[in-house]
């Protein structure tokens, strides 16, 4: 029987992978540092089937091993199969027929393990009268649980929110668990609401070192005390930029399912040791025409800091930029300039070390006519492009993000950024990405 432990809960790994012997290997990092229960995660279970549960059991036999199974039907069967498999405690879904719940309360029983509910897609109105229905039913465990779609827009604050709520409700003989969005930061304010289960899963599974983050994690639950953390970090318009710049447009396109890219564009300047070509900020819009230079120049006076200027010249190949305009951005401190259309004067740009692309590069100016419009809604580069959106931009590219999704892809653009700095440490430990991958395993059936 396990046993619940006063003011000192449990730290649990979910294990939210596809690979069976990339979890293991995690899994092993993490126990080292102090992980004590081993969840075998959804994506894991439906990959792998029973066999992550008994190999997991295999491995860590005097760790608990739980099986989130996120069952909505059938409990009873499911328990079964898991708790035989070597799992200690299995996960169903909290809004699953009360029907289900009572097979799977009574399965629970009869093969020796406990049950825990998932709170996770229950409406907050009905979130506290649900949990307490599946307590009165028999379920042992509530798990408060922001999935990892939400996370990305509420963050790990949300998770804390609703266990905070369910603490107070719960009777004291119940387990709570806290899941989503979990990190060193969030932990240790777990801790402070008196949760016996912090489970822990992207923090610790992207992490290049586990044993060291979950070390991290465990110091910030012993002394109650958060301890900053990258991951899952909510970001409010003020730190968009923050964290753009951490990322690359190519995160930033994964982020956003290949999308975004200001397409057939090249940058007038390449890294350097003395200037990164990198740059993050809100667009200010500029519709031009061939070689109509008026409009993009007077966009610099509307422009602010740290704002970059999306020109569509209509691919134009006079020129409607070159050096002067660039010297007035760099004094005025914009982060760059995109050009659906030419710049000249490309030998003294780049010893600005402005970002700058275009689609053309030409020594031919255009004339000043006074066509156009700044800040409306333009195309540029195959891209819907509006005031306020924001522009990402590096050597592999330029990518466009809707400024009302500017925070949420800021979040998802670092969840690519940390799972690929995990298989960057596995690669160089010696393994091949296709075998970190498991390429031929995924390939498409046909």
């Not at 979910?14 to 690979?19: K, T």
């Not at 465990?218 to 968009?240: G, M, Q, R, V, W």
């Not at 500017?406 to 091949?432: F, P």
């Amino acid at each position: 029987m396990i046993r619940k432990r006063e003011n000192e809960p449990y730290l649990q790994i979910a294990l939210d992978l596809v690979n069976l012997h990339r979890a293991l290997q995690i899994a092993e990092e993490a126990v080292e540092g102090g992980v004590e229960w081993i969840e075998a995660g959804t994506p894991l279970i439906k990959s792998e089937g029973m066999d992550a549960i008994r190999a997991l059991h295999k491995k860590f036999p005097k760790n608990i091993i739980v099986a989130d199974m996120k069952t909505a039907d059938g409990g009873s069967v499911e328990i079964e199969i898991a708790a035989k498999s070597g799992a200690d405690i299995v996960f169903m879904l909290g809004g699953s027929d009360d029907a289900s719940v009572r097979e799977a309360v009574e399965a629970a029983r009869k093969y020796g393990v406990m049950l825990g509910c998932d709170t996770i897609d229950i409406p907050s109105d009905n979130l506290v009268y649900r949990a307490l229905q599946l307590e009165e039913m028999g379920v042992q465990m509530i798990v408060s649980h922001v999935g990892v779609d939400q996370q990305v827009i509420y963050g790990g604050e949300k998770t804390l929110e609703v266990a905070r709520t369910l603490k107070q409700k719960l009777n004291p003989t119940t387990w709570l668990a806290i899941a989503g969005g979990i990190n060193s930061e969030t932990a240790a304010k777990a801790k402070e609401i008196g949760v016996d289960i912090i489970i822990v899963g992207g923090a610790l599974y992207k992490s290049e070192h586990p044993k060291e983050t979950a070390q991290l994690v465990k110091k910030a639950i012993n002394s109650a005390t958060p301890i900053e953390s990258a991951l899952f970090k909510k970001y409010d318009p003020e730190h968009i930029y923050e964290a753009l710049m951490m990322v690359s447009s190519a995160n930033v396109s994964d982020a956003m399912h290949r999308s975004g890219e200001l397409q057939g564009l090249k940058p007038v300047w390449t890294h350097t040791k003395e200037a990164r070509l990198k740059f993050a900020g809100p667009a200010v819009t500029v519709r031009a025409y061939n070689g109509d230079w008026s409009k993009p120049v007077e966009a610099i006076e509307e422009a602010q800091k740290g704002e970059v200027i999306v020109i569509d010249a209509c691919e134009g190949k006079d020129a409607v930029w070159g050096e002067l305009a660039s010297w007035s951005c760099k004094v005025k401190g914009i982060a760059g300039v995109v050009i659906d259309g030419a710049v000249r004067d490309i030998d003294d740009i780049r010893k600005i070390h402005l970002p700058i692309y275009a689609r053309h590069f030409t020594p031919t100016a255009g004339e000043p006519r006074g066509l156009g419009e700044i800040n409306v809604s333009i195309e540029c580069a195959g891209q819907k492009v509006n005031p306020g959106d924001w522009i990402v931009g590096d050597e592999s590219g330029v990518v466009v993000i809707p400024k009302e999704k500017a925070q949420e892809m800021a979040n998802r653009a670092i969840d690519v950024y940390e799972k690929e700095n995990r298989i960057r440490e596995e690669i160089k430990r010696g393994s091949t990405l296709s075998e970190v991958l498991y390429l031929k395993k995924w390939e498409k059936q046909k």
